[in-house]
């Protein structure tokens, strides 16, 4: 219709009819583009706070995976403390020797924190991660994951000397069947007492148990921060009590 009225417009020389029904197009064209543009921002508005939604119920998962996991070290650094100082003082009763024993055996490995992160993985190969919230949202995962990949390369440093640690000659292990796995630890006390050497092991140990403790601290606070962000840009309070994970 626009056409024919232009056409005729043309052959009458009519240049102001012309100007009009040639703005008119311009008009229609530019607010078609404008429409589609709006219908896009929209649609990646949605696909963003999805996004943001799923990285939040990951941070949630985070901190309680975090949570247990700084528990456990807990565990392991006050029965670590418990047997040293017994094992420094060469006092302590017969029926301490199984809680000795247990916290020895416990400081055995030292297991890489690895929570969930497969959310994050996808939002930054799909290039949206710049999106996600605000600068205070998108640095408090920054920095999440930066605590965690720091925690990650002290803790490979620090499990060195558990090769050391394994080899003390007071130290005996029941392996399983197949004789592939330790799964129990024996200790022969006076040979330990005069061990000066193996004592000094053991205490470089707890101390290094202590270090994993102290940065799992530090992932588990900086874990609330990015939930506590992702909650305001998500609209919703970070849950910060999910049950702990259970692996059974």
Request: glycine share 4%; net charge positive.
């Amino acid at each position: 219709m626009i056409v024919k009225r232009l056409t005729d417009a043309l052959r009458r020389q009519d240049w102001a009819m012309v100007a009009i029904e040639f703005a008119l197009v311009v008009l229609g064209v530019l607010l078609a583009f404008q429409i589609n543009e709006w219908a896009s921002d929209r649609a990646s508005a949605g696909q963003r706070q999805v996004l943001a939604e799923r990285l939040l119920e990951e941070a949630e998962l985070d901190l309680a995976y975090i949570k247990q996991a700084v528990n456990y070290q807990q565990n392991v650094v006050r029965g670590l403390g418990f047997a040293t100082r017994r094992i420094v003082s060469k006092k302590w009763r017969e029926a301490d020797e199984e809680r000795i024993t247990a916290s020895l055996a416990s400081a055995r490995s030292m297991v890489a924190l690895a929570p969930p992160s497969s959310v994050y993985e996808d939002v930054g190969s799909s290039g949206e991660f710049n999106k996600i919230g605000n600068v205070g949202v998108r640095a408090a995962i920054s920095r999440y994951r930066a605590t965690l990949s720091f925690e990650e390369r002290m803790r490979q440093q620090l499990q060195v000397p558990l090769t050391t640690y394994e080899r003390i000659p007071a130290f005996r292990y029941e392996t399983d069947p197949e004789g592939k796995e330790r799964i129990r630890l024996f200790v022969d006390f006076p040979a330990l007492l005069r061990d000066r050497q193996a004592q000094q092991v053991i205490a470089l140990t707890a101390e290094n148990h202590r270090i994993i403790l102290m940065l799992r601290r530090r992932a588990f606070r900086d874990s609330a921060k990015m939930c506590v962000a992702l909650g305001a840009a998500v609209g919703r309070a970070c849950n910060r009590n999910l049950p702990l994970p259970r692996f059974d």
